[in-house]
């Protein structure tokens, strides 16, 4: 067995076992495109009003100005002031809080409950909201249990003085699997949760954890540079990741890259903790994917109106902004929060006005994270032929080393530039700006300060020659080993073809390709994130290491969605392969009309 240290966040899937040419059947794709089809709305006419003279006019309007009046008299709450996502107070009418409590509802149910097993309706807590948030944590994790005590603090002290007190709300989201842990936990907090729900009402009854193939990427808490506990059953590929946590601890994983573990029992989890799969019903889950929660205590302010991410790393406000004294805590532009001066290595400082026009890169790594030094050797080449090639690049290091001396030593192997260490309260907001859950992190941004991509690890992992730099978003990628971690971040589209050569695959790329743009449009002018990202998979042994993993039939072309944080699969195996077919299987996901299988 090697263990070794890498670079990339969790790629979960099993040896590729000697593969069957008998046993996979190969049909073709039909790639012809077929043409949008447009959609009509039917108008909706109503028989025209007879006329009526002016002054019946006058009188019926007056009629209703007063009606309109005495109900503002006896409801003087049917307008409020609330704080947006930006810090501006704005009225919030009747409508609007209607609305935002339909919104609530969609996202967290009819009811929550509380420490006293009380249940609360959510639709009349929506009404006075502007922001709720989604606390996400286990009771059995140490880590979970003393931040709950700090938010506790931060939410009395919170909910006592300030002039927002009624508009912010936190919901606990669990993932404990014993009601009486989940329970005992609740009754510490001054705040609802979700409602604790039986295992046997997730996926399906045969969605529990799979003895000897237990292959998944739970992230926990952990400190002192601890490895993290994993469970692996016959597991030979697990990734590895070093994570900076809010306490100043770590969160680990191991990358096991050949054979299998002799010895599970000295790497394994809790049970109670269990897998991504088994935290919680369908519902916590689709929480956990939305926000691309990866690690636990996570708490992450979101809009009441439209459940956008106001705040991604509620841990850092709670930390800082003690007294909640920046309510709502919603984003600034970069050039605000870097604003300052900037090193060189050479202790040189420069004002960080100079990134004006440039493309930046927000590195946020330490010295004592090996994948960081790692790909901090790789960034170093990737820097000098960016640079070469004239373009305006520039790399601001944010540092989560636990020393200046360690940061001394880290930022002299660096040719980029970097926020003083001694500088915490800048190097905490662009960490809150960022939602850095983990470590290494680079966020490449345009000249204007707009983010290009959250990646820029894998990207620069996969172009050592720059070549697609900026590296903006492409709509489908071709599944490999160094993007394979995207399929732990939510729901991904992968449309499994019979080509063994890179050039085989544009094809499938060009079938979906279509698809995959409208979606990422679609959300993008919501600014939100597409639910769904889209691979095409060749045959080599990642891949059918994957198929074997998922238990995927082995057919040539197959489209599927794999969810692995919520171990569900959906499958399309149908003789033809078309847009229309592609389209309507999103379709059917995103409006959920798929039953999902287990993985």
């Known amino acids: 067995m090697k263990v070794s240290w890498v670079a990339e966040v969790c790629v979960c899937v099993c040896v590729g076992r000697e593969k069957s040419a008998s046993a996979v059947a190969v049909r073709p794709i039909k790639a012809e495109r077929i043409p949008a089809q447009r959609s009509h709305r039917r108008s909706r006419g109503r028989p025209a009003s007879p006329r009526r003279g002016r002054e019946a006019h006058l009188k019926e309007r007056e009629k209703k100005e007063k009606k309109a009046s005495d109900r503002r008299e006896r409801e003087p709450g049917c307008t409020c002031a609330a704080a947006s996502a930006d810090g501006r107070l704005c009225v919030v009418s009747e409508d609007l809080g209607a609305a935002m409590s339909e919104f609530l509802v969609s996202l967290l149910g009819e009811r929550l409950v509380n ?16 922001l709720v948030g989604l606390f996400f944590g286990c009771s059995l994790n140490a880590p979970c249990k003393q931040f709950n005590g700090s938010l506790c603090e931060f939410y009395s002290r919170f909910k006592k003085s300030s002039e927002h007190k009624d ?8 993932s404990d699997q014993d009601q009486k842990h989940w329970q005992d936990f609740l009754q510490e907090m001054p705040w609802p949760a979700l409602p604790f729900k039986d295992r046997h009402k997730k996926l399906k009854d045969g969605d529990e954890k799979k003895e000897g193939n237990s292959a998944f990427s739970l992230i926990c808490t952990i400190f002192d540079l601890q490895i993290a506990a994993i469970t692996c059953h016959n597991i030979p590929w697990v990734g590895l990741r070093l994570q900076e946590t809010s306490q100043g601890g770590a969160v680990g994983q191991i990358e096991v890259t050949t054979g299998k573990l002799s010895k599970p029992d000295t790497l394994s989890l809790p049970s109670s903790l269990g897998t991504p799969g088994n935290w919680g019903t369908r519902e916590t889950m689709k929480l956990w994917n939305k926000y691309k929660v990866t690690s636990i205590p996570s708490l992450v302010f979101v809009d009441a109106a439209t459940g956008k991410v106001v705040c991604r790393n509620g841990l850092l406000v709670v930390r800082d902004d003690p007294k909640g004294l920046e309510f709502p805590w919603g984003p600034k532009p970069f050039a605000e929060v870097v604003a300052g001066p900037l090193l060189r290595n050479n202790r040189q400082t420069t004002d960080s006005s100079s990134l004006e026009g440039h493309y930046v890169g927000v590195y946020f790594s330490a010295h ?71 470590i290494p992190t680079l966020i490449l941004l345009d000249a204007e300060g707009h983010v290009i991509t959250r990646q820029g690890r894998v990207e620069v992992l996969n172009d050592p020659e720059c070549r697609l730099f900026p590296w903006h978003p492409r709509p489908v990628l071709e599944l490999s080993q160094c993007n394979a971690v995207h399929l732990h971040e939510g729901p991904c589209l992968v449309l499994f073809v019979d080509a063994e050569e890179e050039g085989e695959l544009e094809p499938a790329k060009e079938l979906i390709q279509p698809i995959a743009e409208k979606l990422i449009a679609k959300y993008k002018a919501k600014e939100e994130e597409t639910p769904l990202l889209f691979f095409v998979a060749g045959e080599d042994d990642m891949n059918e290491s994957l198929r074997d993993y998922t238990n995927l039939p082995e057919a040539a072309p197959l489209l599927t969605i794999l969810d692995m944080s919520a171990r569900a699969k959906y499958v399309r195996d149908v003789e033809e392969i078309t847009p229309a077919v592609v389209d309507q299987f999103v379709s059917d996901f995103l409006a959920e009309k798929l039953k999902p299988e287990p993985i």
């Not at 609360?120 to 909201?129: E, I």
């Not at 508009?167 to 669990?174: A, G, N, P, R, T």
């Not at 373009?391 to 020393?403: G, H």
Request: aromatic fraction near 12%.
């Open 368 to 438: 004592w994270c090996p994948p960081c030094r790692s790909l901090t050797r790789v960034l170093v080449e990737t820097y000098r032929i960016v640079k070469e090639s004239g373009q305006k690049f520039e790399i601001v290091f944010v540092s989560a080393d636990r020393s200046e001396e360690s940061f001394k030593q880290y930022f002299s192997e660096m040719p980029w530039l970097a926020v003083p260490y001694s500088d915490e309260a800048r190097r905490s907001r662009l960490n809150r700006l960022y939602g850095i859950q983990g």
């Open 115 to 130: 420490g006293e097993k009380a249940e609360l309706d959510v639709q009349s807590l929506g009404a006075r909201l502007s």
């Open 167 to 174: 508009k912010l709300e936190v919901v606990f989201i669990s």
